[in-house]
């Protein structure tokens, strides 16, 4: 049985932004986690980025940015989009 929250809406359906609002929107097929998630993608790339332009003794934060380019990317394509929002049914 879903946890009531308030408003008539289950604890999933009010998750606050970020990435595991987005798995959890794109897992049940919901075009608002692509959205969420090239949020966090565009979020994750430009905080990254700025701290390595800061901070350059450790490439951490350059893989963070490019870990954020890369969702922004991979969602930004329609082949992805269209994979991730509709039901995948196998070809026998």
Known sequence: ???????????????????GAAIYQLGNRQP????LGLNGGAT???RSAAAHCVRRAANDY???ALMGLSIVI???IPVFKKRLLTEYIAKK
């Open 1 to 19: 049985m879903p946890i009531e929250c308030g408003q008539g809406r289950t604890v999933g359906e009010t998750a606050a932004s970020g990435p």
């Open 32 to 35: 608002t986690g692509s959205y």
């Open 44 to 46: 994750a790339l430009v």
């Open 62 to 64: 350059l893989y963070g």
């Open 74 to 76: 991979m969602l930004l």
